[in-house]
Nanobody, 130 residues
Framework: QLQLVESGGGLVQPGGSLRLSCAASRFTLNNYGIGWFRQAPGKEREGVSCITSRSGRINYAETVKGRFTISRDNANNTVYLQMNNLKPEDTAVYYC???????????????????????WGQGTQVTVSS
């Protein structure tokens, strides 16, 4: 079974940057559509970005468009979420998810939801605060 591991979260000041990583072992991530989600306390899990297998399509939620960039590093079997100009409202636990079914997740059709992805990581905390 595909196992995903997120890393790269932390505490950053407003306006700062972080790069989150989503890595997998034993399975090739380039064969899966990948989504990044976030969930703040008391709020629903929100899809922020997605990428299809082989990077054919990329999409972003309006709340992060122009600030976040999703990309693949196939040599390291990793998907990244580069987050720039971070705001306090970006504070959340960030999750990556993967799917290879004929789903909205695999096709990267926004808005993406939890049911669009089959495999999930454990999450990494991002806190934006001065």
């Amino acid at each position: 079974q595909l196992q995903l591991v997120e890393s790269g979260g932390g505490l950053v000041q407003p306006g700062g940057s972080l790069r989150l990583s989503c890595a997998a072992s034993r399975f090739t991530l380039n064969n899966y559509g990948i989504g990044w989600f976030r969930q703040a306390p008391g709020k629903e899990r929100e899809g922020v970005s997605c990428i299809t297998s082989r990077s054919g399509r990329i999409n972003y939620a309006e709340t992060v468009k122009g600030r976040f960039t999703i990309s693949r590093d196939n040599a390291n079997n990793t998907v990244y979420l580069q987050m720039n100009n971070l705001k306090p409202e970006d504070t959340a636990v960030y999750y990556c998810a993967a799917d290879r079914r004929p789903s909205r997740g695999a096709r990267c059709v926004m808005p993406i939801t939890r049911s669009d992805y089959e495999y999930w990581g454990q999450g990494t905390q991002v806190t934006v605060s001065s």
